[in-house]
Structures are given as structure tokens and as C-alpha cells.
């Protein structure tokens, strides 16, 4: 079985309060934060991995990032992805949901044979949520999102197990598909010393526009049609008023104010 | 001649019309007014004459009606050859759908089809004096509310949280049915629904509650979980949280509160061991008062409360909870 997991590399939480927008072009100013595997991207892998185990076959990841991201690669290397691809140019920054799933559908395209394509259900920056489903369309193939689970049939179809509101439900679909997971599907392994050191030995190719057929004007910012009108400060509507005193001071004022409210 | 310029999608299954769909038929209504525009709601699926008189009652203009036996259960692939369809037809300015399991799905690959912008996950929605679409998202780990648009595409595209939008009043419905002429083969159909599960839903009254004691992560542990359900018991609340509590099973998924959980109303909110990041924060804005109990000073609750003390909540909530028993006595 052929599997592409798609990994972002994203700002590590820790260091979100040092995000800054750049006033003219908001984006995101994000030098020197350091990037994470994008955690739900994580369990694709893993998810990857566990079929692979089962089924044989190879498990490729793809990205789409400055150079600054392999390290995060590697890490997926380490894992046990067989090898990793790195969509790489100046061209494609600024590129929304949508002109990234194009050049990821464009790259993906160019790949003799996959079954499947995995994905995670939602980033921890952007979060818009929309690229498994946009990649899918692209690809004229079929897509799943909130998936929990995946099944191997003898037919060769598998079933896939997605949560709905309130539920799930339980979807029979042939290769290839399209599938993004969600939190419940697994716990990613912890990779070793060995096997950072076994990644060491692995594949990372770059490919930069010059290696895909791609139509310019839909990619980077310019391919982009969503844009940022501004940030909205919270508004300071509410009272902001700050109890003085120690705890039972503190307890005792609000019990009153409630009373008087009516509430005790 | 189809006159509506913004379309919402009335998401249903089996005859059952989500609520969302109809919350933002109401919130493009009121969007439209100004504008001069007309509002459709978009239906699919199979035997939805029940569901159709429904969308016509909230007060939608036109219902497009797609019935058609392969369209019985959702899938993408079928659902978005029809809509993609229509719209090729007739250009509405603005399409939206809630940001639910099949409205983001569908979105997002229309969106693709259509080659257009969507906002994801939306709050809120503006039309401008321009009529464009302007759409607040949370972003950045919902530290922060941003303003988006898609100024050059058409149509201007969103998913909207359910709950935001309150639902629109019933009445008399004055608008008409536009019945679809469907073109689908078995081929479009990718996928095969093999079963649906899905759990009553239990009214834990969160939305409809007057007192609401909310816990974050700051609560560290289930044991001390139990001093925001005592806070609540004796104020008679309904006890909710962040996304952490239910991450650690201190609390259950249906009581999580925000951008990705539920949206209330209450006359009192206390929030305790609650940093105020957006994604809660977007869930409580209908409160009335808002008292916040954190101990980091700098933590952003305290500027979006009315109230706040800065403490161990380990110390105080044992203390009120005496406090307001007392009272009661």
C-alpha cells in the first residue's frame, strides 16, 4: 500500500506569545519560533505506520514549507516514514488553504501510484481545516474528515469509521482516498536514538515550482483569494474590576455581592 | 428569475434540518436587509417537502429544493457536483454553510471547485457598505479575532459555528419553492454510508442555564474539579469548561464551552483557572457578568471580565462556597 501523509511544520505553542503580524502584508511573522509537527499530523503518521505494518508498501511524507523545516522532516523520518518531500519556493508563500492544496494535488499528481493520503483533521496555527477535503477535489477523488478509524477489507475497500455531530457513522470507500484524522485514532509512538540516527540515512527531496506543473497565478498570495482585513481587539466593553485582599476577603466580597444579586 | 443573492445551506439528515442552517437563514436576513438583497436556503437530499415548508416559515425568499433518491445520504462528491451546479447558474454573491461535520466538508470542496475563498469556523459575519463578506475568526491558537474576506471571488464563502446566531423567529412563510432538475449517476456516489450511530442528545442545560461555573486547565486535577461542581451546586448552575478539563475527563465533551463546544447565554459567569484564551471567550460573550478566578495576574480573563480575583481558587472557592451556604442559611 502506498501511503503520502501530509505534515505542516508549525510554531511551537510554547512560543505563541511571540508571534507578531506584520503590519503590511499581515502574515504571520514567525522567525526564530521553533516548528513542531503538527500534532494531529502526528497520529496520520502514526495511523500510516500501523498500515503499513499490516499491509506492506511505503509511507511518504509531503510538505510544504521554507527549507528552515526539515529538521521537523526528520522527525518523521525518525518515526519511521520510508521518505520524506519537501514542496519548497519563494513562489508559494502566502499561499492560503486553497493554493496550498492546489500545489500539494499538483505535487501528489505526480506520484505514479498512492492509495491513500492521510492527513490531520485541523492545524494548530491556521485551523482552517479545509485542505484534506480541498487536496481531494483537486485530485477528483473521494474524501473523509473526523476520521477515528480505519479498516482494511479483503475487497480491497476499506471502511472508515468518521464522527458526525452527536455520533459517527461508518462509510465503505475505495483507493484512493482522502482521509483526515482526528485526536481519538492513536497515540503516536516515541521515537528513540536509534531511530533518529536510522533517519539520518533516509531521503529528503526538494521540489521547488520548477518541478511541478503548476499554474501561476494560483499560487502564493497572489492565488489566494482569502485575505486579512484586520485583527479585532477584544473590545473592552466589560468592567475589569480587579478584587483587592487576600482570599477570604476576596471570597467574602463576591459571596456579598452575589447575595445582593439575589443569587444566595 | 432566481433573486436571492445569499444562499445558505440547510444542512439536514433523514428529514431533520440542523439548526445551524436555519440560525444563519436568519442571520442572512438581517445581513440582506440593508443590502436590498434576497435570502435562498439551499436544500438537498431526499423527500424534504417537511423540511422545505420549515425554511420557508423562518422567513427564506426562495428554497432551492435538490431531491433526488441519490441524495439520500450525504456525500461530498454528489452533494457538491449539485451545488457547484447551481451556483455556476446563478452567481449568488454570498454562500454560506455551518461549520458542522458535512457543511465543512462541503465547503471546502466546493470552495475548491469553485475556485473561491472561505472563511472557516466563522463568529460572526459583516456585509459591508461594499458587500463584501467580512468574516471574524479566531486565530493563532485563539489568542486573537481576525477579520476576513475574499474580495475578488465570487461567491464570498463561510462555515459558521453552530450557536452563535440566535434562531430567527417562525411566522408565515411568503417565499417560493424552486424545485431542481438533479442529473446524478450511481458513479457520483463515491462513497457507501455503511451505518450511522448517534447518541440521544442530552440537554445538560448548559445553553439555557442562568448560573454557569466554568473550569480550565489552571483546575489541575479531577479532585479539585469537584470545588468548581460544589461552586455550582450551591449556586444552582450548570457546570462547563475549556477544552483541557475535557481532554483529561475531569469533564464530558458536551460541556465544553466555546468555539468548538457550546455557546451560552447566562446571567452569571464564573470562570476559575481560565486563562481567557478567544476560543472559550467567543462562547461566553452573552453573558451578563463575568467574574474570573486565576491566579496569574497576567493571564487575558481579566481583561475581558467584569469581575476578577487574583488568587489560588483552591483557597477561595472553599471559602465562597461557605460564604454563599451561609447566606442561604
Given at each position: 500500500m502506498q501511503i503520502l501523509v501530509c505534515l505542516k511544520p508549525v510554531p511551537d505553542p510554547k512560543h505563541w506569545s511571540r508571534l507578531g503580524l506584520?503590519?503590511?502584508?499581515?502574515?504571520?511573522?514567525?522567525?526564530?519560533i521553533p516548528n513542531i509537527i503538527n500534532p494531529l499530523d502526528k497520529k496520520a503518521l502514526e495511523a500510516a505506520l500501523q498500515l503499513r505494518e499490516k499491509e506492506g508498501g511505503e509511507v511518504i511524507t509531503l510538505s510544504m514549507a521554507p527549507p528552515s523545516a526539515l529538521s521537523v522532516l526528520r522527525e518523521g523520518l525518525a518515526m519511521g516514514a520510508d521518505r520524506s518531500i519537501l514542496l519548497s519556493d519563494?513562489?508559494?508563500?502566502?499561499?492560503?488553504a486553497l493554493a496550498t492544496s492546489y500545489i500539494m494535488a499538483t505535487a501528489i499528481k505526480k506520484?505514479?501510484?498512492?492509495d491513500l493520503i492521510l492527513c490531520g483533521?485541523?492545524?494548530?496555527?491556521?485551523?482552517?481545516?479545509?485542505?484534506s477535503a480541498q487536496i481531494a477535489e483537486f485530485l477528483g477523488i473521494p474524501n473523509l474528515m473526523h476520521v477515528s478509524a480505519i479498516e482494511t477489507q479483503g475487497s480491497g475497500a476499506f471502511h472508515i469509521r468518521s464522527q458526525i455531530e452527536h455520533g459517527s457513522m461508518v462509510v465503505e470507500v475505495m483507493p484512493p482516498v482522502v482521509l483526515s484524522v482526528v485526536k481519538e485514532i492513536n497515540e503516536p509512538r516515541y521515537i528513540t536514538l536509534m531511530d533518529i540516527l536510522k533517519a539520518e540515512k533516509k531521503e529528503i527531496e526538494i521540489w521547488s515550482s520548477r518541478d511541478l506543473s503548476l499554474?501561476?497565478?494560483?499560487?502564493?498570495l497572489k492565488g489566494s483569494p482569502s485575505q486579512m482585513v484586520d485583527l479585532l481587539i477584544?473590545?473592552?466593553?466589560?468592567?475589569m474590576e480587579i478584587l483587592k485582599g487576600d482570599p477570604p476577603e476576596m471570597a467574602g466580597t463576591l459571596a456579598d455581592r452575589l447575595h445582593r444579586l439575589g443569587y444566595c | 428569475m432566481v433573486q436571492s443573492k445569499i444562499w445558505v445551506f440547510a444542512e439536514q439528515r433523514n428529514g431533520q434540518l440542523a439548526e445551524v442552517g436555519i440560525e444563519l437563514l436568519g442571520k442572512a436576513l438581517e445581513l440582506a436587509r440593508p443590502a436590498g438583497w434576497k435570502v435562498a436556503s439551499v436544500l438537498a437530499g431526499q423527500s424534504l417537502s417537511g423540511p422545505c415548508e420549515r425554511l420557508l416559515s423562518f422567513g427564506a425568499d426562495e428554497v432551492f429544493v435538490a431531491d433526488h433518491p441519490l441524495l439520500c445520504s450525504y456525500c461530498s462528491q454528489s452533494y457538491a457536483k449539485v451545488l457547484d451546479n447551481l451556483i455556476r447558474e446563478h452567481h449568488p454573491e454570498v454562500f454560506l454553510l455551518g461549520a458542522t461535520a458535512m457543511g465543512s466538508d462541503l465547503g471546502a470542496r466546493l470552495a475548491a471547485r469553485l475556485r473561491t475563498g472561505l472563511s472557516a469556523h466563522c463568529i460572526d459575519l459583516e456585509l459591508s457598505a461594499e458587500k463584501k463578506l467580512l468574516s471574524v475568526v479566531p486565530g493563532w491558537g485563539g489568542n486573537v479575532l481576525a477579520r476576513i474576506y475574499s474580495?475578488?471571488?465570487?461567491?464570498q464563502m463561510a462555515t459558521v459555528m453552530p450557536g452563535v446566531f440566535d434562531m430567527p423567529r417562525e411566522g408565515n412563510g411568503r417565499g417560493r419553492v424552486i424545485p431542481l432538475d438533479v442529473h446524478l449517476t450511481?458513479?457520483?456516489?463515491t462513497y457507501q454510508v455503511l451505518e450511522i450511530n448517534r447518541r440521544a442528545?442530552?440537554?445538560?442545560g448548559l445553553e439555557k442555564a442562568e448560573v454557569v461555573i466554568a473550569g480550565g486547565a489552571?483546575?489541575?486535577s479531577k479532585v479539585d474539579w469537584q470545588l468548581v461542581e460544589g461552586l455550582s451546586s450551591a449556586l444552582k448552575g450548570a457546570v462547563g469548561g475549556t477544552r483541557p478539563p475535557v481532554d483529561e475527563n475531569?469533564?464530558?465533551?458536551?460541556?465544553m464551552i466555546g468555539q468548538s463546544g457550546r455557546t451560552i447565554h447566562p446571567k452569571l459567569y464564573i470562570g476559575v483557572?481560565?486563562?481567557?484564551?478567544m476560543h472559550h471567550m467567543v462562547g461566553i460573550k452573552g453573558a451578563d457578568l463575568i467574574v474570573a478566578i486565576n491566579?496569574?495576574?497576567?493571564?487575558p480573563i481579566f481583561e475581558l471580565c467584569d469581575l476578577g480575583l487574583v488568587g489560588d481558587f483552591k483557597e477561595i472557592l472553599p471559602l465562597l462556597i461557605r460564604a454563599i451556604q451561609d447566606y442561604k442559611a
Open positions: 506584520d503590519p503590511k502584508t499581515k502574515t504571520l511573522i514567525r522567525d526564530g519563494a513562489a508559494f508563500a502566502g499561499s492560503d506520484m505514479a501510484h498512492y483533521d485541523q492545524t494548530l496555527d491556521g485551523g482552517t481545516s479545509l485542505v499554474d501561476e497565478p494560483w499560487v502564493g477584544p473590545e473592552g466593553k466589560r468592567k | 474580495p475578488f471571488t465570487k461567491p450511481p458513479a457520483d456516489v442528545v442530552k440537554e445538560n489552571g483546575i489541575g475531569w469533564a464530558k465533551e458536551d460541556q483557572g481560565i486563562s481567557g484564551q491566579q496569574d495576574p497576567q493571564a
